[in-house]
Every structure is written in structure tokens, then in C-alpha cells.
């Protein structure tokens, strides 16, 4: 059985973020991934696998890392352009030095996992985790579907919105709250211009979609935030991708079930925490989960490297940290969420075409500026307005 400081189960953007700086920190590091890939390949090996994911991150993560991400962006966003029903247009030129980035998932999952190796990380592919316990000396055992085992002092679980891990150990909210999403990759750019990115409300029903430039391509998404049953994309789709220079059949779509955060719960436990989508951290009113993904993957290697030293007794200040990053302000976009997706048109006019909108849109993505600072403002006008 091999044996390492911490085993991270999931090779995303959260999981590889965590076992870089725990790896950069010197600790031993073991990556695994349900999906083969080859051992050390490079990120233009072209082994990852597409994801579902609009792909758009907060320039300011950049901050987080002491090497460069721009080979994993393929474009700067400088305008953000909504519509409402494929009509009443508003374009949004962002204010200051743009905010948002457009990645390619797949890249920059390769880019983090490279340098995480390059510190001494292991990355074991095809290893599908059908076993996750805590010995009574303390160290975790971890087992894989072809029979293969780990053992680790520490655990982070990084498998997405999928993970059957956090339930089992009572880390992250103890009802999900599901966003259904489609996400549609396609070849060349239609009217799309340069620096651009398109937000649709209207046409989907408790949610929007979006457009995002991707290279030589464009990645399309629909997304429904409230309710239990998703949008009907086909028919959505059927409109938005004419609408888009696209034809109405065209691309390769994914439907995904994404956490999204649902209420201020432990994300850790003795030795283990959760990063990620599997900690349902998911932002409930603009579906950004690149960000807090990172954002957590950074701050559970930080916690955990404190522990593995002895210098904290626990990893509590896990879970206090993300609260305070990033909780408290997802606690005023749920809110705001709910009012907004239930009255859209009220919330497309009040909030989208004020004059003051498009900068605080910005401010919130580039992480200057939390949900707090502007819920009740935009809550109050919106129950007003539908009163």
C-alpha cells in the first residue's frame, strides 16, 4: 500500500490547486483521478477530458499562484452584452482593467496538475475511489475500484458535484440544492465579437444562459437555479444559437447536475475537508464556480499544511475562512437569487439595465465586491417593484 501526507481525491481546478501549494509547502502528495490521463503528461497532451464548464474565472485569482495562468486563457473579457428574450439589449464595457478571463477547463486542470507534479506531487489516473475510511491510528485508507489502495494522514475531497463523499462525512450543506445545466462547445465564433461575453435572461425559465468565447470557439450554456426540474435547452437552444450566428442544431452538449451553495455548514472533519463543487460552493445567482474553487483548493492547502506541522490542532479554521471569503457573501446571492429568477423581467429591468449595474456585475466577478454589499438595496427594489 502506498502511503503519503494527503491524498486528494479529484484532479479538477480545486483538487490540483490544493495539491500544488501542499506539494510547494514540501508535503508528500498524492493526486487521484477517476479519469485516465497520462502520468506527468503535459497540459497540450490533449489527455483531460472536456468538461462541462462555461470556463469563465476572476483575473484576480492570479494572485493565488506564483506562476502564470495565462496558457490555460484564451480570452480577455471587456464587454458583457445581456438581452432579454433575444431583445431590450444592454452592453456592459467593463470598467478598469478587465476582471474576467475566459479559460479552457481542460488546460487549466492540466496547467495546476503539471506544476503540482513538477513539485513532487503523484498523480495516479484511473483510480476510481470505491472506499473512503479513518483507521483507529488515525490514517486514512483509500481504495479504488481495480483494488488499488492509499493510505494518507489527511484527505481533501475534490470530486465534484458528484462526490458521494461529504455526505457520508457530514461536510457541506445537509440538503443540496441543485443547478441543472447544458453545455454546448462549438466551432467558430458567430457573431460573437472580440472581448466579448453574451448573457441571455428571458428565454430560460428560474435561470439564463450564457455565451462564452473560447478560442476559435464559442461555449454556450443553460442553466435553471430554482425549481426541480431543469430548463428544456433543446427547445432554448433551438432559439438562442441562430440568435448567436450558430446553427440550430449545432455542437457537442453535456447536461450536469452542479452543487451550488445552500446554507453555511462544516466543510471539514478530522483530517478531511472538501474543496470545490463537492463543497457546494457554487455562486447560486451567476453560477461562478472557478473561483471559489480555487479560493478553496489555496485555503485547505494552507490549513492543512498548519496541521501536518502540528502549529493547529484541527482544521476548523478551514471552514471559518471560506465563511468569511466567500459564505457570507453567497448567503445575500442566494437571497438575492431567489427574488431575482422568480420575478425575472422585474429583475432585468431594475437590476441589469440600471446605469450602475454593469460595474457592480464586474466588481462581484473580480471578487472587489460581495453579494452584502448590495442585497438589500436590490431585494428591497425588487419586492417594491413586484408589490
Not at 486514512?140 to 458528484?162: E, F, K, L, M, P
Request: proline content about 5%; charged content about 20%; overall charge neutral.
Amino acid at each position: 500500500m502506498s502511503s503519503s501526507d494527503v491524498v486528494v481525491i479529484g484532479a479538477g481546478a480545486a483538487g490540483a490547486a490544493a495539491a500544488f501549494h501542499l506539494s510547494h509547502a514540501g508535503h508528500r502528495v498524492t493526486l487521484l483521478e477517476r479519469d485516465s490521463r497520462a502520468d506527468g503528461g503535459s497540459q497540450d497532451s490533449g489527455v483531460c477530458r472536456i468538461k462541462p464548464c462555461g470556463g469563465g474565472m476572476a483575473a484576480s485569482v492570479q494572485q493565488w499562484f506564483p506562476f502564470s495562468l495565462s496558457p490555460a486563457v484564451d480570452e480577455v473579457i471587456e464587454r458583457v452584452e445581456f438581452s432579454w428574450c433575444l431583445t431590450d439589449p444592454v452592453v456592459a464595457e467593463l470598467p478598469g482593467s478587465a476582471p474576467f478571463w475566459i479559460v479552457r477547463r481542460e488546460r487549466l486542470d492540466a496547467l495546476l496538475i503539471d506544476k503540482a507534479i513538477e513539485n513532487g506531487a503523484e498523480l495516479r489516473s484511473g483510480f476510481e475511489v470505491t472506499d473512503l475510511q479513518r483507521d483507529p491510528q488515525g490514517q486514512w485508507q483509500v481504495c479504488a475500484a481495480d483494488g488499488r489502495t492509499q493510505a494518507a494522514r489527511a484527505v481533501v475531497i475534490a470530486d465534484g458535484s458528484g462526490s458521494p463523499w461529504p455526505a457520508r462525512f457530514g461536510l457541506g450543506p445537509s440538503s443540496l440544492h441543485l443547478a441543472s445545466t447544458t453545455s454546448v462547445r462549438l466551432e467558430g465564433r458567430g457573431n460573437l465579437k472580440q472581448g466579448s461575453a453574451r448573457f441571455e435572461f428571458g428565454l430560460v425559465h428560474h435561470g439564463f444562459a450564457w455565451a462564452f468565447p473560447m478560442g476559435d470557439g464559442v461555449n454556450v450554456g443553460v442553466g435553471t437555479f430554482i425549481g426541480r426540474h431543469g430548463a428544456d435547452s433543446d427547445t432554448i437552444l433551438r432559439q438562442l444559437l441562430p440568435d448567436l450566428g450558430f446553427a440550430a442544431d449545432a455542437g457537442l452538449r453535456q447536461k450536469a447536475a452542479l452543487r451550488v451553495w445552500n446554507g453555511h455548514q462544516p466543510l471539514h472533519g478530522e483530517g478531511i475537508l472538501a474543496v470545490g463543487d463537492s463543497a457546494s460552493l457554487c455562486d447560486p445567482f451567476l453560477a461562478e464556480g472557478l473561483r471559489p474553487a480555487l479560493m478553496s483548493g489555496c485555503e485547505a492547502a494552507s490549513c492543512l499544511d498548519q496541521w501536518l506541522r502540528g502549529e493547529a490542532k484541527d482544521l476548523s479554521q478551514y471552514s471559518k475562512r471560506m465563511r468569511e471569503r466567500w459564505g457570507d457573501s453567497m448567503a445575500w446571492g442566494r437571497r438575492i437569487a431567489q427574488v431575482f429568477y422568480r420575478f425575472p423581467k422585474v429583475g432585468y429591468q431594475l437590476g441589469i439595465k440600471r446605469p450602475t449595474a454593469p460595474q457592480r456585475i464586474a466588481q462581484i466577478l473580480s471578487g472587489d465586491m460581495g453579494y452584502g454589499d448590495i442585497a438589500q438595496r436590490v431585494i428591497k427594489r425588487l419586492l417594491l417593484k413586484r408589490g
